[in-house]
């Protein structure tokens, strides 16, 4: 369930689950809707993710939180074969309706695919009249099938330049290319959607129950196939008694007696839907979780042990765990051999750090009263005494986005009493997904630097120290996404990596500027920030020459130290699917053809640090422009939200 803060998906979800399982759609009305009305008040909004589980546990639903911070974390929980809800709030005018929509259709177009989505217009309560809302549902419709239709000729685009890649490749980079390139995949918005309903009065709620489930047993209007043929279908029997020896697992039960018992129960692994009815074991290292496994199945019946004598119970265990991610039971971070059985406990570990209300877009006031509340808190329970100095440090991490281990300790407190991790452990989850990483020659206490939490714009001096002059000589790249738009978390997410090649001079949410010490300020500055408006990435390395030096083998340098920030970006780009993101063939060099001898090896476009500086320049100020038009429209959002309150109310 996916949409903008406070669009109404925890209202809904809850209102749904109140709702009973509903019957297989014949003509359903809203009029007749009898769902439970459970309004979710301000205080109690998504922070990150919530878990819940739907008619008997048919369905687990992942409602999450619609502030951009929570996106890079989300995106664990975004799996294929699954069903996703897209929100949009009734009050809002189609346009801004549309755009609440996109960003969400723009997330799953380059993580899950093309995966069915239904769109919800919530808050059906709210709307000036039901004539105008359904001239604005109307318009949605048509701007959201106009997206899909756009994003298939993108698609194809990006489909062809690669297909002329592999053409040109050789032979095993081809092969390479070949299978890394993803299927189709613009979200398969489905016709069935675009639902109206309310929270507030129950209206559409027994439309939308029957609809959610007569597309889990839908087939594809072109192919024919079942959207979701693994919903209600039956699972081998080997796995079945995996998922009860994981349930053991948890529970800190017999895990042979459950391994070896017949299977009794699909579906979740957990016997409440938030992980909160004892469960002992949320987390555990693969290997270890196949140990237990080969134990349990060496003190199982013949029969039993059978059917896993051909793979072994890793490769069985590996399977099991496949298709048990599919239904959204569990987590396996392969990279670091991690299997998450209860994944609500990466939620608890995130609450903390990410937390919405650090930003300053949601009002300073709002922002001191919750640092204030935060640190009172650690006060009373005696996490951490000095009141003032928490205080000092929460007001530097929302502002730059530094925590030091104390304080990180303290974030991931909650997760380390609840689930017995240890601090290194989380330090381990959360590197993995580049969450943060250790600022280097640290002499006191380590810190960390949590992208989620920088600020979109620049620090103060940043344009100035990209500023070309004197002998100062760069080398810059452009990299473009063809897609059109910079997938939610990865500008997050390259920061973290990028950290790898030095220190951090200046950092800010959408780039940096990168040293390889605090003390060789005349050494190499890598630079990358991205263009909002352009969808591109600028990657530089520049360095005053020395007096005498060969510019060519000079400039080489500087290309060799370019060409690898871009090698990072495209790890990094890796981690989504069909962004279509392209480099530019010739590097820009602020040199004239005058001035170089222009060896062969090294291809070039020349400019001039005027220009160079010109166009960084234009770049952060157009972002600047972008910023501000994002917050006048989540301003404008805000507005016609409290009006459309305020009238309903009178």
């Known amino acids: 369930v996916m949409g903008h803060g406070m669009a109404g998906k925890t209202s809904t979800v809850r209102t749904l689950a109140s709702h009973g399982s509903p019957s297989p759609p014949a003509s359903p009305s809203p009029a007749t809707a009898t769902a439970t009305s459970l309004l979710t008040g301000v205080e109690d ?18 409602d999450f939180g619609g502030q951009p911070e929570y996106f890079p974390w989300q995106r664990l929980f975004l799996t294929p074969q699954t069903l996703h809800v897209a929100f949009a709030e009734s009050s ?24 069915p989505v239904l769109v919800v217009v919530s808050k059906a309560d709210l709307a000036a009249s039901s004539e105008e ?12 099938e106009a997206w899909v239709e756009t994003m298939r000729t993108v698609k194809r685009r990006i489909d062809e330049k690669e297909d002329s890649k592999m053409a040109r490749a050789p032979e095993e980079k081809s092969r390479t290319l070949a299978m890394s390139k993803k299927r189709s995949a613009v979200p398969n918005v489905l016709a069935s959607g675009f639902l109206v309903v309310s929270a507030a009065t129950g209206a559409g709620i027994a439309e939308l129950a029957a609809t959610m489930q007569a597309t889990l047993l839908a087939e594809d209007a072109q192919t024919g196939a079942r959207l979701f043929p693994r919903f209600q279908a039956s699972v081998p ?53 196949a140990a237990k496994l080969e134990a349990a199945l060496a003190a199982a019946p013949s029969d039993l042990q059978s059917l896993f004598e051909e793979d072994g119970a890793p490769t069985m265990l590996r399977d099991a765990l496949a298709i048990f991610e599919g239904e959204g039971l569990v987590i396996h971070a392969a990279a670091i051999g991690i299997v998450h059985l209860v994944p609500h406990w990466l939620v608890v570990t995130v609450q903390g750090l990410a937390n919405h209300r650090f930003d300053i877009r949601y009002g300073i006031k709002e922002q001191k009263k919750y640092i204030k509340s935060v640190a009172d808190h650690w006060d009373e329970i005696d996490l951490r005494r000095n009141r003032s100095e928490s205080v000092r440090m929460l007001q530097e991490y929302a502002s730059n986005g530094v925590a030091s281990e104390s304080l990180l300790r303290a974030f991931f407190a909650p997760a380390m ?9 989380l330090l381990i989850i959360f590197k993995d997904q580049e969450l943060l990483f250790e600022i280097e020659e640290r002499e006191q206490e380590p810190e960390y630097i949590v992208p989620i939490r920088l600020s979109d714009s620049p620090p103060q001096g940043f344009e100035k120290e990209c500023e070309l002059a004197g002998a100062t000589k760069a080398c810059q790249l452009t990299g473009t996404f063809a897609c059109g738009f910079l997938p ?9 990596a990028m950290h790898k090649l030095g220190r951090y001079h200046r950092h800010f949410g959408l780039g940096g500027i990168i040293m390889r010490s605090k003390v060789s300020k005349g050494g190499p500055r890598r630079i990358f920030f991205f263009d909002l408006k352009k969808c591109q990435i600028y990657l530089r390395v520049q360095q005053p020459m020395p007096e005498g030096a060969d510019e060519d083998e000079f400039l080489e340098s500087l290309v060799e130290a370019v060409e690898e920030m871009r090698g990072i970006v495209e790890t990094v780009a890796g981690h989504w699917q069909n962004l279509g993101l392209d480099f530019d063939e010739d590097v820009r060099v602020n040199t004239s053809p005058q001035e170089a001898n222009q060896k062969p090896t090294l291809r070039r476009i020349h400019s001039n640090s005027e220009s160079m500086n010109q166009a960084a320049h234009d770049t952060l100020d157009s972002n600047e422009q972008m910023l501000l038009l994002q917050s006048r429209m989540e301003s404008e959002m805000h507005a016609i939200r409290s009006e459309a309150n305020k009238h309903n109310q009178d």
């Open 45 to 62: 909004r998504t922070i990150a993710l919530d878990l819940e589980n739907l008619w008997d546990s048919m369905l687990q639903v992942y």
């Open 92 to 115: 809002l005018s189609a346009e801004l309706m549309f755009q609440q929509v996109e960003v969400q259709l723009q997330n799953l177009y380059c993580t899950v695919g093309d995966e």
């Open 133 to 144: 809302l359904l001239e604005k549902v109307a318009a949605l419709k048509s701007m959201v």
């Open 237 to 289: 029997i080997a796995y079945e008694h995996v998922r009860g020896f994981l349930r053991a697992v948890i529970y800190g039960e017999d895990e042979a007696a459950a391994f070896a018992s017949k299977p009794k129960q699909s579906g979740s692994l957990t016997r409440s839907s938030d992980g909160t009815e004892g469960e002992k074991v949320c987390f555990l290292p693969f290997e270890e979780l």
């Open 417 to 425: 009493e609840k689930f017995g991790a240890s601090f290194e452990q």
């Open 488 to 496: 939610p978390g990865f500008t997050q997410r390259l920061i973290a």
